[in-house]
């Protein structure tokens, strides 16, 4: 099957942000203790599932490659938590997602379902958007998102 998934949420714990001077090459290293720091995935996957179908019920696995679009925004505040520059970035990598949970069928068309799922990216290199902005290099080893997600679903 087809998903899509979009994500947003505040990061929490993050590397040194390393600022390269354009015209020299130096690389300033800051400490991000007065950033605000939030990333939006965008990820459309490929998954193959495995189900077994039982009466009412049907526990079911899946996995597949995601392509992760990535946005990266990072705004710099004062001492007095007033925001004084903002710098947006992005990067695109393919990465995975696995995935397991229960559908229960409530009429033959309708179902709920409760679905267990991780997802991981690797190697996330952001470059500044627009190119104007602040030249800096900022990059993740990887990015792990672990969800319980409670849904429902229409059957044609």
């Known amino acids: 099957g087809v998903s899509v998934a979009a994500l947003t949420y505040r990061l929490h714990k ?31 996957s490929l ?33 007095a938590g007033n925001i004084t520059d903002t710098v947006t970035a992005s990067d695109t990598k393919i990465g995975y997602n696995a995935f397991g949970g229960v559908e229960m069928f409530i009429s033959r068309r309708f179902s709920a379902f409760i679905e267990g799922k991780v997802s991981q990216v690797n190697n996330l290199k952001f470059k500044p958007f627009p190119v104007s902005a602040p030249l800096y290099y900022n990059q993740y080893d990887r990015i792990v998102s672990r969800r319980v997600v409670m849904g429902a679903s229409l059957h044609f």
Not at 14 to 42: C, E
Not at 50 to 78: E, M, N, Q
């Open 47 to 79: 998954n193959l599932l495995l189900g077994v179908p039982l009466k009412f019920v049907r526990p079911y696995v899946g996995a597949g490659p995601a392509l992760f679009i990535v946005s990266h925004k990072i705004s710099f505040t004062d001492s």
């Open 14 to 44: 993050m590397k040194v942000l390393s600022i390269l001077d354009r015209n020299t090459g130096a690389k300033t290293n800051i400490l991000l203790d007065t950033s605000q720091r939030n990333m939006f995935q965008f990820v459309p």
